[in-house]
């Protein structure tokens, strides 16, 4: 795209300003889709439809926002960051809006799964691929302060959600929400740049370097990274724990009203994952640049794992509280530190690219994660099981990490 952006200082190194993009577009993208929880049961009782057919909404949109990366990183790589990022703001306001007028179960799929399910596929993956070139030495607390995005619009975004559901309804506040990140969205991705070498900079503030030496230029082909075995363990770790990780996005606010909390109450728990969603994110991304990376993402596993049986024990709203906060915390962290890693293992030649087929491992938990707990729940008229499966999911995924790339004796 050819219109700029200048920064407002330029004291300021530009890497910030592209992690300021990118923050904001993970703050709309994924607030939007997060807040999905607050939707459930308006949805479900305007088109008399069941828990788990509600919860596919959200697992079509996050197949899609997940496994797209495969296509948008490398287009990315190719084409620049923001380019994909304009797009997927345009087409995230669009599902939304389009969803506000949907009839009937089928075009809410259509609507949302579509449209916030591409948009922030398109987004996602090239905005936090733009942030690994632009550093080296403060890259997971750079990663980090991006997806903290993630975890501010987790924290705003349900209860404004759940506001403007009380006074315009579901449909008036798809609209509105669609609106907003249309417009704010876009003009803010205009911040992200590709990489440093494009505005005659090095990473972190230094001074450029010939292409051949610097971090974005080297590293690993597509097919050297995707046939090694640090990638298939990374693989199968993400896809193992995906499949419990969203179930609270989607459940944890019906849980909560099925036990007797107002709904005004349950809403602020997925606030409270924000919350420590964010604090995860900026204490375990600066903290892995000093632990090592790859043991950082080991201990999120293990965190989520424990976080989640909390939940399973709960049926008070402070109890639910503390999991959530705990499991914000941890989920963040796996969040922002799992990008560096791959920038560590591979090097920034690709790292859009590995980053968004990497993802698809996510996509596929997604898909299967919150809607099979929602039928679950059809069935029993419980979360006990998909509460309890997560857990396990988490542990096992932690095991194969220690066992496949030996997490506590890596040093990044």
Not at 147 to 158: C, K
Not at 163 to 178: E, F, K, N, P, S
Request: some cysteine; charged content about 10%.
């Amino acid at each position: 795209m050819s219109i700029e952006l200048a920064p407002p200082d330029s004291r300021i190194f530009r890497g910030w300003w592209v992690v300021t993009g990118a923050f904001a577009v993970m703050l709309l993208g994924f607030g939007c889709a997060y807040s999905f929880s607050a939707f459930v049961e308006p949805l479900q009782r305007d088109f008399g439809a069941s828990r788990g057919s509600v919860s596919l909404v959200f697992s079509l949109a996050g197949f899609l926002y997940f496994g797209l990366g495969i296509v948008s990183g490398p287009l990315a790589d190719r084409w620049g960051s923001r380019r994909l990022a304009v797009i997927g703001m345009l087409l995230t306001g669009a599902g939304l809006a389009l969803a506000s007028v949907a009839r009937n179960l089928f075009e809410v799929y259509a609507a949302y799964g579509l449209g916030v399910g591409l948009g922030v596929g398109c987004s996602y993956v090239p905005a936090i691929g733009a942030v690994q070139r632009w550093f080296v030495k403060r890259r997971g607390f750079a990663s980090g302060l991006a997806v903290s995005g993630i975890g501010v619009g987790t924290l705003v975004m349900p209860p404004v959600a759940s506001l403007l559901i009380g006074q315009v309804g579901w449909r008036g506040a798809y609209l509105a929400l669609g609106i907003a990140t249309a417009v704010i969205g876009v003009a803010l991705s205009l911040l992200i740049e590709n990489d440093p070498r494009d505005c005659g900079l090095g990473p972190d503030g230094d001074p450029p370097l010939p292409q051949a030496q610097t971090a974005a230029a080297a590293g690993a082909s597509v097919r050297e990274a995707v046939t090694s075995r640090r990638f298939v363990v990374l693989y199968l770790s993400c896809l193992i724990c995906s499949f419990g990780v969203f179930v609270p996005f989607v459940h944890l606010v019906p849980y909560a009203t099925d036990h007797g909390i107002a709904p005004s109450m349950a809403v602020l728990l997925l606030g409270a994952i924000g919350v420590g969603s964010t604090a995860g994110r900026f204490f375990l991304g600066g903290l892995a640049d000093r632990m090592g990376r790859l043991r950082a993402l080991l201990a999120s596993f293990a965190g989520m794992a424990l976080a989640l049986a909390i939940w399973g024990l709960s049926a008070q709203f402070w109890p639910l509280a503390v999991f959530a906060f705990v499991f914000g915390v941890f989920y963040g962290g796996w969040v922002a530190v799992l990008p560096s890693v791959v920038m560590d293992f591979f090097g920034g030649r690709n790292v859009s690219g590995l980053i968004g087929i990497l993802y698809t491992s996510v996509a596929f938990g997604t898909l299967i994660g919150p809607s099979a707990a929602g039928f679950a729940f059809d069935v029993s008229h419980g979360y006990t099981l998909a509460i309890f499966a997560a857990v396990a999911a988490n542990l096992f995924a932690a095991v194969v990490m220690l066992i496949g790339v030996g997490g506590f004796s890596a040093t990044r």
